[in-house]
């Protein structure tokens, strides 16, 4: 079970240091009173006599993480996730900071839903200060449904993190002009690119393995015309833009090359598409059934080194709660997501840096320093004299899956009753 930290005095002794932000990867000591980082020195000798004293050795200390973008059953779907249980998984998953798509029911596309919103996270954190802050996408459109749009000025004003549907926008025009609104409220704004209807029925990436397995295919092109119209789209406004659930190499590619010609752009994939391909479909999991689709294993390998090199500059969890009974169901019927934020560190950690692929502080930039930074706000540090928002993680603990371990309501992953590496020891938040 994750402990909490708010108050008192902490000195966490010979842990390994890890910080983006300053490019940090060193065993220290650091000492925390009250919720402030006071002091990181390769050796604390000054200690309070109140100091807790926590062993670091083996362990990491990494500032807290921000998911840019997941999905909440409250309101509307209680029983596949409620507001305080998706917290509860953020905390356990090391998250200090999450966003929530406004693709609910009512959807958050008017300033009152987002202060319910708050208000309802508030009254939760009462009861536990080391919760996640909570950062509300303001809906584009009305519902988050693609057709009109919203009071953009008005949702504005109100406590968002920034604007996105959470689903793919069709109509062109409308983009445009979205854009046009948008530019001068200086709010962030999400995208994601996907043709409806060139993805037509598909629910695999189309390539050697859907035919192999017999899965309707998705082309790439649903993801990378729209994408190609949407930075076309981008150079003529002008309005910065993050793209979202990136899934093909193409994309990757498209991104570079965006960004090389100056557009204002950033972009992330989700966890799930850097560890699984459409070739691990053979199993028919229908928790491998995502949206986008897995991409094929060309794919997979450049969404991976686009993280390395920083094309892409985030790793969203998009964690999509569903109940049993929603997954229960032959592949190309499961309706599209999985869970992830109690999962994302430490399978991550385990696949990426400790075979040697990443460097540690890739992971970390990508999965804290990036998404703070696509949201505008100042990242997690780990500094003297700052707040601590921060995480003890301990790589080497491995704990089993079952719906009794984990916090979300749902159980919908291919890691149930699996073991898996890395755990979240103990978290950090400055007050809400």
């Known amino acids: ?140 459109t009305q519902g988050a449904q693609g057709q009109q749009m919203v009071e953009l000025v008005e949702l504005s004003e109100s406590a968002i993190a920034g604007f996105a549907d959470g689903r793919a926008i069709q109509n062109p025009l409308l983009v445009q002009r979205l854009l046009q609104y948008l530019r001068p409220l200086g709010k962030p704004v999400a ?23 017999g899965l309707v295919g998705d082309p790439a092109s649903s993801e990378t015309a729209a994408l190609a119209a949407l930075l076309e789209c981008v150079a003529e406004v002008g309005t910065p833009v993050h793209l979202m659930r990136i899934s093909t190499g193409r994309g990757v590619e498209l991104i570079r090359q965006a960004k090389e010609r100056g557009l204002p752009v950033t972009a992330s994939t989700t966890w799930m598409h850097l560890l699984w391909s459409a070739k691990d479909l053979r199993s028919y999991d229908p928790n491998l059934r995502l949206s986008p689709p897995l991409g094929n294993p060309e794919d997979q390998a450049a969404l991976i080194e686009g993280v390395k090199n920083g094309v892409v500059d985030a790793i969203a969890i998009d964690h999509t709660p569903h109940t049993y009974e929603d997954k229960t169901v032959g592949f190309p019927s499961a309706p599209p997501g999985a869970i992830g934020l109690e999962l994302a560190l430490g399978i991550l950690w385990d696949t990426f840096v400790t075979q040697g692929d990443w460097s540690p502080l890739t992971l970390v930039q990508a999965l804290s320093t990036n998404p703070a930074a696509c949201w505008g706000q100042t990242p997690p ?52």
């Open 1 to 140: 079970m994750t402990e909490v930290s708010a108050t008192g005095v902490q000195l966490i002794q010979q842990v390994r240091l890890l910080d983006a932000v300053t490019q940090t990867d060193q065993l220290a000591d650091v000492l925390v009173q009250d919720g402030v980082v006071t002091e990181i020195a390769p050796s604390i000798t000054v200690i309070p006599a109140s100091a807790e004293m926590i062993q670091g050795q083996g362990k990491v200390l990494l500032p807290g993480l921000v998911d840019l973008y997941s999905h909440s059953g409250e309101p509307g779907h209680e029983p596949r996730e409620a507001l305080e249980s998706l917290l509860a998984a953020g905390q356990a998953g090391g998250f200090t900071r999450l966003g929530i798509l406004p693709n609910t029911e009512p959807a958050i596309d008017h300033p009152a839903m987002v202060d319910k919103l708050l208000a309802r996270h508030d009254s939760i954190a009462r009861t536990n200060s080391s919760l996640p802050h909570l950062y509300p996408w303001g809906a584009l």
């Open 191 to 213: 995208l994601w690119s996907c043709d409806r209807t060139l993805r037509d029925s598909g629910v695999a990436r189309e390539g050697p393995f859907s035919l192999i397995y």
């Open 381 to 432: 540090t780990i500094q003297p004299q700052q707040p601590a928002e921060m995480i003890l993680f301990d790589p080497g603990t491995t704990w089993t899956v079952t719906r009794s371990t984990l916090r979300s309501l749902s159980a919908n992953t291919p890691w149930l009753g699996k073991a898996i590496p890395g755990r979240v020891l103990r978290t950090w938040v400055p007050p809400h």
